[in-house]
């Protein structure tokens, strides 16, 4: 046998050796991952056997896309990938739309007829419309109104002359996932939401606490902070908005490991039902939730539509029945509603109420380790007095908690003030 048959024979038995390597490493390769942090993307779970799958070739093709995504050692390999296009200066194409939308249910009579069929733009150029779509992620953009902001500044000092010096008030916008984007031309249509917040603070009287969320979110956003079909942060979002109150109230907060966590899978926000491809509902968000590490009991509160009575019903501050509906942001409170009153075994005087649009559904589960009660409420459905809510059940803080496009919209503080009354 030659030296040419030799060098044959080593390099079959090298490419082999690999072959065989790879198949036993993906075979102990963990299959449970279910996110790709470098991705910020869903990955493809396990499909479920079934015949009809089998024959029609479905089971086939959802498996291939999930041992693709399960690859050993993927991350390192995609991140590799992107050093490798970023060093040679490749630039993938885009896609890139800009979609009029009627906006979410911030301030009521200031939204348009959502059933309105949004307008659809793939020109950048202009800065037509509210909600940008870049690749797989839908966000909203900010304007800021000089106007508006410092109504909306007004406002929280108007209740807190109301609720009195004995009341702590405090207030916290977080910023929307657009303010954090890389990419100036398109971060640009937006204003910038650390201008708008310090604006708002400084229009504050020296009665109300500002909450920075602002800064720990940056810190961190690289991470899972943000939904990419959906308008809202996500639980890891509000956990670090947590810890950015935690701060300021002088709390000692819980380590994020304290609380058990879960997640439901294929989730797709409200804004993506307005994208113009496919690529935003192929590419669904995890809805990831924590747990409390102590118990509570959750009454909640609403109107009956037609009699306006005031009625209740037992509620969870972690409602699981979210998490088999096509609404899984629903998990936090289980939504939106007049008023909820927390209990916890928590040994403290201490009581908060938290004044929120759905930005606090994902927040308030996090301060239950530092209050005995907390009061959750929404001014787009409740129509008592908070003043006399305050005095009757001794609540001593108050904790104004919003997204930065709520302080654009007049209805929504005219109904705070409504509750002052």
Same mark, same amino acid.
């Given at each position: 046998m030659n030296k040419k048959s030799h060098i044959s024979y080593l390099n079959v038995f090298i490419f082999l050796l690999i072959i065989y390597l790879f198949t036993i490493l993906n075979l102990l390769t963990p299959?449970?991952?279910?996110?790709? =942090?470098? =991705?910020?993307?869903?990955?493809? !779970?396990?499909?479920?056997?079934?015949?009809?799958?089998?024959?029609?070739?479905?089971?086939?093709?959802?498996? =291939?896309?999930f041992f693709a995504d399960h690859f050993f050692d993927r991350e390192n390999l995609v991140q590799i990938s992107k050093d490798i296009t970023t060093l040679k200066g490749i630039k993938r194409e885009e896609e890139v739309y800009l979609v009029d939308f009627a906006g979410q249910n911030v301030g009521g009579n200031d939204n348009e007829d959502e059933s309105k069929k949004?307008?659809?733009k793939n020109q950048v150029a202009s800065t037509t419309g509210n909600l940008l779509i870049l690749n797989d992620t839908v966000m909203e953009l900010y304007k800021f109104n000089e106007e508006k902001s410092k109504l909306y500044a007004d406002t929280i000092n108007k209740v807190s002359g109301k609720l009195g010096e004995n009341v702590k008030v405090y207030s916290m916008l977080v910023p929307i996932q657009i303010e954090f984007l890389t990419n100036e031309k398109y971060k640009n249509l937006s204003d910038? !939401?650390?201008?708008?917040?310090?604006?708002?603070?400084?229009?504050?009287?020296?009665?109300?606490?500002?909450?920075?969320?602002?800064?720990?979110?940056?810190?961190?956003?690289?991470?899972?902070?943000?939904?990419?079909?959906?308008?809202?942060?996500?639980?890891l979002g509000a956990y670090y908005g947590?810890?950015?109150?935690?701060?300021?109230a002088e709390l000692e907060a819980v380590p994020l490991n304290n609380y058990k966590k879960n997640e439901a899978q294929d989730y797709l926000g409200h804004i993506s039902t307005v994208n113009p491809s496919e690529t935003v509902n192929n590419n669904p968000?995890?809805?990831?939730?924590?747990?409390?590490?102590?118990?509570?009991?959750? !009454?909640?509160?609403?109107?009956?539509k037609e009699t306006g009575e005031k009625k209740s019903y037992k509620g969870d501050v972690i409602n699981k029945k979210y998490v088999f509906l096509d609404q899984k942001y629903g998990i936090f409170l289980g939504g939106d509603f007049a008023l909820g009153v927390i209990k916890t075994n928590v040994r403290t005087d201490k009581k908060i109420m938290v004044i929120k649009d759905s930005y606090?559904?994902?927040?308030?589960?996090?301060?239950?380790?530092?209050?005995?009660?907390?009061?959750?409420?929404?001014?787009?459905?409740?129509?008592?007095?908070?003043?006399?809510?305050v005095n009757k059940n001794g609540i001593g803080e108050v904790l104004f908690l919003n997204y930065i496009l709520t302080t654009n919209f007049d209805s929504f503080m005219n109904s705070v003030l409504n509750l002052t009354n």
């Open positions: 299959k449970n991952k279910t996110i790709s =942090e470098v =991705e910020n993307r869903t990955l493809a !779970q396990k499909p479920v056997y079934s015949l009809d799958n089998l024959l029609s070739g479905k089971y086939f093709r959802d498996f =291939e896309s949004p307008e659809v910038s !939401q650390l201008d708008a917040i310090k604006f708002v603070n400084d229009n504050f009287s020296d009665n109300i606490i500002p909450v920075d969320a602002y800064t720990p979110i940056k810190e961190h956003i690289d991470e899972y902070v943000y939904y990419r079909t959906d308008h809202h942060w996500t639980a947590y810890l950015g109150f935690a701060a300021t968000d995890n809805v990831v939730y924590y747990v409390p590490p102590v118990k509570t009991d959750m !009454q909640v509160f609403y109107y009956d606090g559904n994902a927040f308030i589960p996090f301060l239950t380790p530092h209050y005995s009660e907390i009061y959750v409420v929404d001014p787009r459905h409740y129509k008592e007095s908070i003043v006399d809510l």
